[in-house]
């Protein structure tokens, strides 16, 4: 028979066993957090109709977009969990209570040119709050705050949020009199990474040496936290702009009324979140130490999810983690181990199968007492079965030959520590209590 | 704005929050059971190349197959999970331990025509254990528990095993010097839909009166269990005959002894599973007094899972549970709740946003406390606020106005009694420990 070479697409991410071990800690971490914190799971279906997915307009993503090839064309994979959403909101209007909180964590799916890193196939995990008509500032604080604690609890180093709001840096630029400024955006957004020369010099291009400078100083000011806050109230720009003020002076005192470090927050006028899509709050999520890597979870408040779907207006606020590329790069960075650590298994090795009964008593006996326990059925020699052992990671093999099953004894390995000890069948609970 | 009508594609299933709940408790206790007995999650890609997917010949799969409109045309939505297995295993075989014991509860697709219950998106929960060129028949009963304990615990009427042999089957067909089994199989399979005189007149056809007669006799052996094979001994066919019944034998016993009730095995010699595929045991799971949704849980013995990918002999058993479509059978059959019950939820609800911080106070209270509790920010009266709480099914209120701030005091509405008491701040964890 032709033999057909066994390989994924490229560009997508595939673990091993072990490995998937520890991406679905991970991945459970996050989901739990944002169940425990009264976040609805949805789950919507991973293909969705054209109209819907490019209800927008497509741009850019619809050359990335997977399309499937049937008859009439009309459907194809979702690139993201942000328009099933607003369909889904739309579509249960009805059947919703608002503030509809939801989570979903799930596959998207976009055309990455293959490099390291970016994959074709990967999760996202979402978390937004969906106000009908209003949804109030509180609600962006409280998602910060399970975020901060979805990270806190995987073991990672802390992470530091970093907000902004675009009410404010658009009342802002709007008493400096300057109209569009998707093209500004666009330059402080990518600040940190091109250098400040370049920004200002780029800015100058765009509305010339003197507003660059002003927006320069603004973005610059070096005072932290509140007394950063109290220092741009001293400018009073516009009604705009005292509100975004307003808004985050709320997000921030807040956040640190729930508990996350003022250490941990910092506010930060240069982060815009690229997209027109935002109109309040923003937020970029960085790990301490591994800032290089990038925001590892952002978003922001928008005005409305659904304007094309419904005509409700659908506030709402949201921030997204890229799990599949966060899972690379911790792993490369090495903050997360390759595979799973040696696990509590144990592993019951019958010389025989003439004593497949007794293991099977010996499993019973180890399962009622909440063990994590299996069998190794196969047919083949000592050396064979204790391989297995160590293979799987297993920390007692219990062997059971001709001696134990007549004495009703069964030898433990422990296989961290390579001694091992006969007991009575009676005494196996006991010494898996005590070991 | 224009609105676009926002829907899903036809024949998927989307849940809402509260029934999505109760399919989340399903899949995650099946999960939970999967991985407790030593089985491995496997996240493999829900794109696989064509040439992989269509490995076996297309057949009729192919015409249900989503293909994605890439220019090169070449990969397609997984229509199963085995097949995906079978290139994972056969990719990795280095890097996996046998017997490689894996879980995998995805989506896949076909493209089924729109029909009640069918669904071209829908989950399967597979669970296989592979071997590297043997593989103990005493998994074959170990995978049966692992799927009657899943079962047991998902709070359903209980399941019953209905097993049988194709060596015992085929061995008993060539003893009648039947050559082609195929339609004999696949007659037989549909017995119990269409009857014993229709069987019967069909086997008639294929092999005439004489060995119709034979083939039912020995299908409608009135024995069972243990007597049931003991008859089956009598009957000396051949030495795949012998096979046959010892390896059911073995299963059947071992089952027993695995704590599966003898009254929820039955020994069936008309399961045949249609396909070619399998090689051995075969099993067909019926939930008792639902018989008519048919099997909710097959599956069988197989000689090689890849031979189309690997030289590698891999033999293995697997068994498959078609989520979705259970999920659907079991609420149309109102064996599930429609929607999660009432949760043990407590909201709180200020009255007005300057008791905010007050509010969070007793949040972070309750929490510590591992209460299931959450704020309700939005402005409005109180009878919008209290709508809320009784809408998210939440079975307490905690109401904060203006005499229970300035009295550090709580007034706690127990909704599904609608009685209310207003107690010390200090007191709150005592309540809900008491209650």
Redesign the interface.
Known sequence: ?????????AG?M????EE??V??QIKNTIENTFA???F??????????N??LF?KGGGETQKQI?????ES?D?S?RFDLTVPL???V???FS???F?FK?YQIG?V?R?ERNQKGRY??FYQADIDII?NN???I??DA?LAKVIFEAFSRLNLPEVTFHINNRKLLNGFFESLEIVDTTEILRTIDKKDKIGLEKTKSYLEEIVGEEKSTQILEFLENKLEGLELLEDLEKFEANEKYKLGLSEIKTVYQ?ML???IPKENIKIDLSITRGLDYYTSTVYETFINGYESIGSVCSGGRYENL??????QNLPGVGMSIGLTRLFYQLQELGIVDKKAKTTE?IIILPMD?KY??YA?DLL?KLKAAGK?A??????GKFKKKIA?AD??NAKYALIIGEEEANNKEITIKDLSKSDQETIKFDQVEDYFTNN
Not at 66 to 70: D, G, L
Not at 306 to 311: G, L
Request: aromatic share 14%; net charge negative.
């Open positions: 028979m032709e033999i057909i070479k066994p390989t994924t697409i997508i595939e673990l091993l066993p998937q071990v991406f679905d425990e914190f009264g609805a799971n949805i789950d919507t279906p991973l293909i969705e109709k109209e819907i209800a997977f399309e499937i090839a049937s064309k459907m994979l607003a369909r889904y739309s579509e249960h059947n919703l209570n503030p939801r596959k799916y055309g074709k196939e106000g209003d949804l109030s509180y609600n409280m807040y009324y729930l508990d659904a304007s094309n779907f419904s005509k298994k199968e497949n009964f099977i019973k994590n299996d069998i190794y059925f196969e047919s297995y293979k799987i």
